[in-house]
């Protein structure tokens, strides 16, 4: 190399060298999120400091202030405007704070600290070794039936690893319906997983079932996870940014400064549809979506009752949350293809979700189909593609989400010698013996069933209205065909608890703690304000239903 040619590169590397720019981070519009983060990490250092006997009050303390105060932040922003007139990107482009987002995440928030509550239950077993136990495995990691398991439950552990646990998942699904860019969308989707399939594992009774049920749901999770990362790669293939509002520009075609580098592929259809297709996909196997819903009876009888109602009520919010935002922001001009494909996938769900539960008699299992069945229904209401359609999907969800919790609640307190007893033959003339536990039951049954003077009977009104209007009439009436069949099972269930003889060595009702106590108070209260007095909440959701892009 000649020193004229060495002598260039010094002087290059003199010049000044352009600065990266701090990162721009709006602490207080995200403060929700980091709340709940800061709690889930305080969790894990309570974990490996504070002694054993502190350490399961320490964590329920710290997850309920924390819970409480992220609420207090998500209505202090919605108070502030940022729900509104405000609304907007923060975060660099990576998370969104608009209605939608603060409506769901509130939900989330509400819905999460309900199902903590029936996680710190610590009265329902009678107690093992003079010690208090609740519905987790006393030793994690130790194998079922071992001699080191044994040794754990004399010794009376708890697994109190299951509050940070709940709080990194609540984590995860705050940032999901708010993302406003795929990547984010992945990073939260993993978050919110990851703790899930760990709590699915832990119940103290049927140890085999439960990991069984966990290894099921990490499995296909997995499958699911990759799909969505795929779609990511084909999607930033085609319009070269993960960006939402990048995106949505290409679709539209609406996009200023193309990239001669990308011009080839933004004209390249089959990458957007692929991509769309799979990342949709991912997303509706989360909210339990016929086909893709193989998952949900499995990990809903092996998780432990208080994982399963929380896992119902919240993964649905952030899921359908997140699904709402990839459709309406990023796919509205793909709306001639996706709905098709959408009525089918909501008619396979209701329709499906309904008649498989009525041959159910597992009542975990009962309560899975129902699900599935309720996804169909809100899907509905995500099809009709207007602003009325999201309101009443942020209503619906708002409203299952309570009744869910509540009903998994009365669930963990009827027990017999092996634990729950969720066999339906068991429930057999649980009116008689217990009728206070009985009727709450059956008010939530009724509200899955959308009987009049309960949430569902206005969620589901508000989400086929939507659905009418936005010209999905046909869909309505599949829809109410199902919620026939569907009321068949719930009230064959009331029928066999009131009218039937008790089992002389049935289950017994266990009492109690005031924490589940509160679940279920609360589960009934919002059940029963939402189906009297809808107006104020259907208001909320409709000012709360425009997505910032």
């Known amino acids: 190399m000649s020193a004229s040619a060495v002598h260039s590169l010094w002087t290059i590397a003199a010049d000044p060298i352009p600065k990266i720019g701090a990162p721009k981070i709006e602490y207080g519009q995200l403060s929700p999120t980091l709340i709940v983060v800061g709690a889930a990490v305080v969790g894990v250092l309570i974990e490996a400091v504070v002694p054993r006997k502190s350490r399961y009050y320490a964590q329920v303390f710290v997850a309920v202030v924390a819970l409480v105060a992220s609420f207090a932040a998500v209505v202090a922003l919605a108070a502030g405007g940022y729900a509104t007139t405000k609304s907007g990107i923060a975060a660099m482009g990576a998370i969104a704070v608009d209605g939608p987002a603060l409506f769901l995440q509130g939900t989330i928030l509400l819905a999460a600290l309900v199902g903590l509550f029936t996680f710190a239950e610590r009265r329902l077993d009678p107690a093992a070794h003079g010690n208090r136990v609740d519905s987790f495995a006393a030793q994690a990691a130790s194998v079922p039936g071992s001699d080191s398991e044994k040794a754990a439950v004399k010794a009376g552990f708890t697994t109190t690893e299951v509050f940070p646990l709940l709080m990194f998942a609540v984590a995860g699904m705050l940032v999901f319906p708010a993302a406003n860019d795929l990547l984010t969308l992945f990073i939260a989707l993993e978050v919110f997983s990851l703790p899930l399939y760990l709590m699915c594992a832990l119940a103290r009774r049927k140890r085999l079932m439960s990991q069984e049920a966990a290894v099921k749901y990490f499995l296909l999770g997995a499958f699911a996870s990759a799909f969505t990362l795929f779609g990511i790669a084909l999607l930033y293939g085609y319009a070269g940014s993960v960006s939402y509002g990048v995106i949505a520009q290409v679709v539209d075609g609406t996009v200023a400064d193309v990239n001669p580098a990308l011009a080839d592929t933004m004209g390249n259809d089959a990458l957007l549809l692929v991509g769309a297709a799979m990342i949709v996909m991912g997303l509706l196997f989360k909210v339990g979506a016929v086909p893709f819903h193989m998952w949900t009876p499995d990990v809903y009888q092996g998780a432990p009752t208080p994982v399963t109602g929380f896992m119902a009520a919240a993964t649905k919010v952030a899921a359908f949350g997140a699904l709402l935002r990839i459709l309406y922001v990023v796919l509205p001009g793909l709306r001639w293809d996706w709905r098709p494909v959408m009525w089918g996938v909501a008619i396979i769900t209701m329709l499906g979700g309904a008649i498989v539960a009525i041959t159910q008699t597992d009542i975990k299992r009962l309560l899975a189909y129902s699900s599935i069945a309720h996804a169909g229904f809100i899907l509905a209401g995500v099809i009709a593609a207007t602003p009325s359609g999201v309101s009443s999907v ?140 809808p107006q104020y909440f259907l208001d909320l959701a409709g000012q709360a239903g425009v997505f910032v892009r």
């Open 394 to 533: 942020l209503f619906y969800l708002a409203a299952y989400s309570f009744v869910t919790i509540g009903a998994f609640a009365v669930v963990t307190l009827v027990r017999d010698a092996g634990g729950e007893a969720t066999h339906l033959s068991k429930w057999a003339g649980l009116g008689r013996r217990s009728p206070l536990v009985a009727a709450v039951f059956a008010v939530f049954l009724l509200a899955f069933a959308g009987i009049p003077l309960t949430s569902g009977f206005a969620g589901k009104f508000a989400v086929f209205k939507a659905a009418a209007e936005g010209g999905a009439g046909a869909l309505v009436v599949v829809g109410v065909i199902s919620s026939a069949i569907a009321a068949f099972f719930y009230i064959r269930v009331i029928v066999l608890m009131f009218f039937s003889e008790p089992n002389p060595e049935g289950p017994t009702v266990a009492v109690p703690s005031p924490l589940t106590i509160t679940a279920i108070g609360v589960g009934v209260a919002v059940t029963l304000m939402l189906g009297v007095a």
